[in-house]
């Protein structure tokens, strides 16, 4: 068993403390700093980033030969966290506590501890394990949420205000396929510039956005169980990257039927369910989102983009886009 502690704050010294555990070094650029896990130990790395206001992004990309603990155990105050579990699997408890919370691959867990009780992390050996979590100092994050949160009233904002952790928070949610795809997009990208780093920063907060809105009506509603189950997500997901695949092709409910064997009135459930959207404003959502990044990223022109995307109308193309973006398609690729 391999056992890491952390017995500082902020982001900048729970990455030295990680780095001196393992004898290794930090790399920093800027507010983002990163350890790489040595080659005796595993592979991977573990980078987290600070932003104002006391909201950090911590990632965890790591495999590790033995069994790992990563020990946070400071005497103060700790983050209120949501952590979101993007590969393999790993566990949770609070320090002190024999009761551990199993997460699961697209799983994710709000937790905030009580008084100065740690958080405690365990990665399994030889596994490939993948966990996202943003973290908010909560006396700093007051100064940018206190207006705001005091409308609220509910078991979440209270965690999130209690600046002297008087009370523990912990919560199950759902499975994300929003999240997930956030996450794939922030692992995409290298912080090395202003862009990368507001990049990632509107990210976190886009994945804080709807953590906090999943978990509001968790607690609203009172479920004892996430209302998507994993197979559901798991078909989510294979709808989404067969629609991703397909694109060219004119992906549809039948032809997702035929290459998936999910019936046409199960799929438009699943994605009223788990999006609270349908198949088609999907689809038609996807090609509008794809068409901008083409659009700024290729050498392809509007038509081109069009054939792409399994269209076969460019006016209707230029109608949507400039709905959606309030500008024409050929516009938008002649901005700088």
């Given at each position: 068993?391999?056992?890491?502690?952390?017995?500082?704050?902020p982001?900048?010294q729970v990455l030295?403390d990680?780095?001196?555990?393992?004898n290794?070094?930090?790399?920093?650029?800027?507010?983002?700093?990163?350890?790489?896990l040595?080659?005796?130990?595993?592979?991977g790395?573990?980078q987290?980033?600070?932003?104002?206001?006391?909201?950090?992004?911590?990632?965890?990309?790591?495999?590790?030969?033995?069994?790992?603990v990563?020990r946070?155990?400071?005497?103060?105050v700790h983050?209120?966290?949501?952590?979101?579990?993007?590969?393999?699997?790993?566990t949770?408890?609070?320090?002190?506590?024999?009761?551990?919370?199993?997460?699961?691959?697209?799983?994710?867990?709000g937790v905030?501890s009580?008084?100065t009780?740690g958080?405690?992390?365990?990665?399994?050996?030889?596994?490939?394990?993948?966990?996202?979590?943003?973290?908010?100092?909560?006396?700093?994050?007051?100064?940018k949420?206190?207006?705001?949160?005091?409308?609220?009233s509910?078991?979440?904002?209270?965690?999130?205000?209690?600046?002297?952790?008087?009370?523990?928070?912990?919560?199950?949610?759902?499975?994300?396929v929003?999240?997930s795809?956030?996450?794939?997009?922030?692992?995409?990208?290298?912080?090395?510039?202003?862009?990368s780093?507001?990049y990632?920063?509107?990210?976190?907060?886009?994945?804080?956005?709807?953590y906090?809105?999943?978990?509001?009506?968790?607690?609203?509603t009172?479920l004892?169980?996430?209302?998507?189950?994993?197979?559901?997500?798991?078909?989510?997901?294979?709808?989404?990257?067969?629609?991703?695949?397909?694109?060219?092709?004119?992906?549809?409910?039948?032809?997702?039927?035929?290459?998936?064997?999910?019936?046409?009135k199960?799929?438009?459930?699943?994605?009223?369910?788990?999006?609270?959207t349908?198949?088609?404003?999907?689809?038609?959502?996807?090609?509008?989102k794809?068409?901008?990044?083409l659009?700024q990223?290729?050498?392809?022109?509007?038509?081109?983009?069009?054939?792409?995307?399994?269209?076969?109308?460019?006016?209707?193309?230029?109608k949507?886009?400039?709905?959606?973006?309030?500008i024409?398609?050929?516009?938008?690729?002649?901005e700088?």
């Open positions: 068993m391999l056992n890491l502690n952390i017995s500082s704050l982001m900048q030295h990680l780095a001196v555990g393992l290794t070094e930090v790399t920093q650029i800027c507010n983002c700093y990163t350890v790489r040595p080659e005796r130990v595993g592979s790395f573990v987290g980033v600070q932003f104002p206001f006391g909201f950090a992004l911590l990632n965890y990309q790591c495999l590790f030969y033995q069994d790992t990563i946070f155990d400071l005497d103060q983050p209120m966290k949501f952590l979101h579990c993007f590969d393999g699997h790993f949770h408890c609070f320090a002190q506590s024999n009761n551990t919370h199993e997460v699961d691959r697209f799983q994710n867990i905030a009580k008084r009780q958080h405690v992390l365990h990665f399994p050996a030889k596994v490939n394990t993948g966990i996202c979590s943003v973290e908010m100092d909560r006396a700093k994050f007051q100064q949420t206190a207006c705001l949160a005091n409308m609220e509910s078991a979440l904002t209270e965690a999130l205000v209690d600046a002297q952790a008087h009370r523990q928070f912990y919560r199950k949610g759902n499975y994300s929003q999240v795809e956030i996450i794939q997009l922030i692992k995409a990208v290298e912080f090395r510039d202003l862009a780093g507001l990632l920063e509107g990210k976190s907060y886009e994945i804080l956005s709807l906090w809105q999943q978990f509001s009506d968790l607690l609203a009172k004892d169980y996430p209302n998507i189950s994993k197979i559901e997500y798991d078909h989510l997901r294979e709808i989404t990257t067969f629609i991703a695949e397909n694109i060219r092709t004119g992906p549809t409910l039948g032809k997702v039927e035929q290459a998936l064997r999910l019936k046409e199960y799929v438009q459930k699943l994605f009223k369910k788990a999006l609270n349908t198949f088609a404003q999907y689809l038609k959502e996807y090609r509008l794809k068409s901008a990044e659009l990223t290729s050498d392809l022109n509007v038509s081109q983009i069009v054939y792409a995307l399994g269209l076969s109308n460019r006016s209707y193309f230029t949507i886009f400039k709905e959606k973006f309030g024409t398609p050929t516009d938008y690729k002649a700088p």
